[in-house]
């Protein structure tokens, strides 16, 4: 299943192509930079700052103590082999990592891709039950956010009190697509180790609300109230607040061994919509998705968005039907464009959103999407497209990625993201985001790793790139002898 640092698993000296990179290091000693320099400064909180030397921790994770970058990087460790560095983040895990006795107001989307996601991750992986005891924990703490009306959860819970609640800034109090739509994995890999079924209920019940709902156009606008189960404002992107909805309908079908029918048939509607009203091609013959505002398109991608040219090409490998090629056009064509909107800055590296004018195409405009926050998505779309491709060209991009990262983002102590990639010498910004150990680092590994690490018919990767093993095609899936009866399991 994982590459071992061994000399039998190893290609050592093998190079690739004509870059001169050799394909087992890739990516691997980066991780240990990272990981070895978070130990030092910031071992158990949740992240780093490399340039001050100390924890991060005014973030997502709220202001305690979760050690978010070492279960959110531990799986990255364990598939590269790192085997002393693994068992340090295991230990952690099993003697501080708890949700209890702390009044934490938690990200209930965060919280479950990173949180949950990892430790399902690991015991699939592993099979050691004590990361399904964290990862139902975690879950069980998370269940207050779904006591609505509807059963869409809220955004935000306090671990101690249960209370919950929706984000201010978010369209009348409305939960936003991206999180609520991006808990079905998890909850559903949870409920088939656990033998409780309450887990699988709670996405059926979202998915069922999803199903029904009237869609403006066969869309999905960012915004439904839980409460009265109304759609807010009507803004669609495949981009921030929309991304992961998407693709937790085609992984929820891949996860279920291809049998959950309704997911894929919902999948194949929104993208075929979104193909339809948002995805454009630029004078220049860039295919990028815009946002939709009130029926008004905003020629804008956000570097979030990057993560769908692998989604649609995934959906074109994995069923053939009438579809598939156009899917595969425009999973190849946002890619290329993502790599554009790299290669159109001086220092290589994406910006966070990028724009197509009459003056510009596939680059940032505003100064405050010009920064690039070690973010993965990119090099998702290389990886899932090199995997089902195996046109060198990507492994090319995303040895360039490397080489950029290395020379911007990397500091004696760690990596940071940086505030404009538009400058020959842009200034850092001091965060080594855990997705960068959990996501970046892990896609730019199996991008150079052989087919046989993790291989997609039989694991696919949640939205924070933790794999999950699918059913019927894995060993490790590691289901429960037996299913508790619905009245038992609450
Ligand atoms: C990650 O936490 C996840 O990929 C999420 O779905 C959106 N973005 C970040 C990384 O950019």
Redesign the pocket.
């Known amino acids: 299943m994982q590459r071992r640092r061994d000399a039998s698993s190893s290609p050592a000296g093998f190079i690739w192509g004509q870059l001169g990179y050799a394909a087992a290091e890739v990516g691997v000693p980066m991780m240990e930079h990272a990981w070895h320099n978070y130990k030092l400064y910031a071992w158990g909180k949740n992240e780093l700052r490399p340039l001050s030397q100390r924890p991060h921790s005014g973030s997502i994770f709220g202001s305690y103590d979760l050690g978010a970058t070492i279960v959110d990087g531990l799986d990255t460790l364990y598939i590269m082999g790192l085997q002393k560095e693994y068992k340090e983040g295991r230990d952690w895990i099993e003697r501080r990592f708890s949700l209890d006795n702390i009044s934490a107001e938690l990200s209930v989307f ?1 919280t479950n ?2 949180f949950v996601g990892g430790m399902l991750t690991l015991y699939a992986f592993t099979g050691d039950p004590m990361y399904k005891e964290k990862a139902q924990h975690v879950a069980d703490k998370l269940l207050p956010a779904f006591q609505t009306p509807t059963g869409i959860p809220y955004a935000l819970v306090n671990t101690k009190t249960g209370m919950a609640k929706n984000y201010g800034w978010a369209s009348g109090g409305s939960s936003i697509l ?1 999180e609520f739509g ?1 808990l079905h994995l998890e909850f559903a890999y949870l409920s088939d180790i656990t033998g409780n079924p309450l887990y699988r209920e709670r996405v059926q019940t979202i998915r069922q609300v999803l199903k029904e709902i009237e869609k403006p156009k066969g869309l999905y606008p960012n915004f439904l109230n839980p409460k009265t189960g109304k759609w807010g404002q009507q803004h669609m992107s495949l981009g921030a607040l929309g ?2 909805y998407y ?1 937790y309908l085609l992984k929820a079908w891949l996860q279920s061994g291809q049998t959950d029918e309704e997911a894929r048939e919902m999948f194949d509607d929104a993208m075929l919509a979104i193909i339809d009203k948002m995805v454009r091609v630029s004078p220049n013959g860039l295919t990028y998705v815009s946002d939709l505002k009130f029926d008004r398109l905003e020629h804008k991608m956000d ?2 968005a990057c ?1 769908s040219g692998g989604l649609f090409a995934l959906g074109a490998a994995t069923r053939h039907n009438l579809h598939t090629n156009k899917y595969m056009e425009v999973g190849k064509g946002i890619t290329n464009t993502c790599h554009e909107s790299y290669i159109r800055t001086p220092t290589q590296l994406g910006p966070e959103a990028f724009r197509f004018s009459e003056a510009a195409e596939a680059r940032a405009l505003r100064s405050q999407e010009k920064y690039y ?1 070690l ?3 990119t090099f ?1 779309s290389y990886f899932v497209l090199w995997r089902l491709t195996h046109d060198q060209k990507y492994r090319d991009w995303g040895w360039q990625a490397v080489q950029a990262l290395e020379k911007h983002c990397r500091t004696p102590h760690g990596y940071c993201g940086l505030r404009n990639v538009y400058q020959q010498e842009p200034q850092k910004d001091d965060v080594q ?1 855990s ?1 960068f150990l ?2 970046t680092l892990k896609y730019l590994y199996l991008l150079f790793s052989d087919d046989s690490v993790l291989p997609l018919d039989e694991w696919v990767f949640n ?3 933790h794999p999950l093993p699918i059913k019927g095609a894995n060993i490790y899936y590691r289901k429960a002898a037996a299913t508790l009866p619905a009245s038992n399991a609450s």
């Open positions: 965060e891709i990173r991206s991006t991304d992961s693709e570097h979030l993560f926050i973010r993965p998505e998702e985001q997705f959990a996501e939205t924070e790139a």
